[in-house]
């Protein structure tokens, strides 16, 4: 039997374990290699702890080497044991929210050439030769300017790696609008309402119409372990975050089941959502 491997490129940490946390753990407990490519240490990121206030980037600027730490309790949550970032630790720095000055530091993903950064992304794709590759959609998401130069840089290095290794099929996360509806509805009465102020579940910017979703990965086995991970990244992810208020009100859905837009590559069970990436 082959081995299954499967890559994700990721911004920052916590962003691996927000949109696909469960569907890591899910296959690394089933036996497959799970990598995980990081493409910053997140410096910019808000600090949610106030004790460590002082690590901010307009201080000590030390978010970043705490956020490392934050990383590995995570994943070990997860269950997941290879993890890199691209270039090396530090290579790329967090670049802030679009049309901030940070995007302008000449250490920001959001200048690096595509092309170096890519041909540093093909060396790892070359050498754990995956199946599957995750990744963001064109938009980053929701815009976030590393998101978007890590959609760009991934589908780069798949092109330039594709002469030794062709991935099979590439995949980004998203939300199916039912599922948000779901819950805008549902929360709109509601003190705790982690849709507060959205009236058109469309003006969400990581919605996506059902019937384009190409996969619905099961993985509410793990939706604890991705709790645990969300509590790894202490300073980023807030305990009252939409995810946990939905899942304390709607189930193990909104944690332990995850959507993606398949991107390349064939489906492979003949179902209108396949439940399997490797199908």
């Known amino acids: 039997m082959i081995a299954r491997r499967l890559l994700l490129v990721h911004a920052h940490p916590d962003d691996e374990t927000i949109t696909c946390g469960a569907t890591m753990a899910k296959y690394a407990a089933e036996g497959a290699h799970v990598t995980l490519v990081t493409c910053t240490?997140?410096?910019?990121?808000?600090?949610?702890?106030?004790?460590?206030?002082?690590?901010?980037a307009d201080q000590a600027d030390q978010l970043g080497g705490y956020r490392i730490s934050e990383l590995h309790r995570a994943l070990e949550a997860l269950g997941v044991t290879d993890q890199r970032f691209l270039g090396g630790t530090g290579r790329y720095r967090d670049s802030g929210m679009m049309g901030t000055p940070q995007n302008d530091h000449p250490r920001a993903f959001w200048r690096a050439s595509v092309d170096v950064a890519a041909a540093e992304l093909a060396s790892i794709l070359v050498e754990v030769r995956p199946q599957v590759v995750i990744t963001y959609d064109p938009d980053g998401l929701y815009g976030h300017p590393d998101h978007i130069q890590a959609h760009r840089v991934t589908m780069r290095a798949i092109e330039l790696a594709a002469d030794v290794w062709r991935v099979e099929k590439v995949y980004f996360p998203s939300e199916p609008r039912s599922l948000l509806a779901r819950g805008i509805e549902q929360f709109a009465t509601s003190k705790e309402n982690p849709f507060e102020g959205v009236r058109d579940v469309d003006a969400l910017p990581f919605v996506t119409p059902d019937e384009k979703l190409g996969a619905r990965i099961d993985a509410s086995a793990y939706a604890l372990a991705k709790q645990a991970a969300m509590r790894a990244h202490a300073t980023q992810v807030d305990p009252g975050t939409w995810l946990h208020v939905l899942a304390e009100n709607l189930g193990v859905e909104p944690v332990g089941v995850e959507y993606f837009i398949r991107a390349v590559g064939e489906g492979g069970n003949g179902t209108a959502w396949e439940d399997d990436l490797f199908a």
């Open 41 to 56: 240490l997140g410096e910019e990121g808000e600090i949610l702890v106030p004790s460590l206030a002082g690590l901010a």
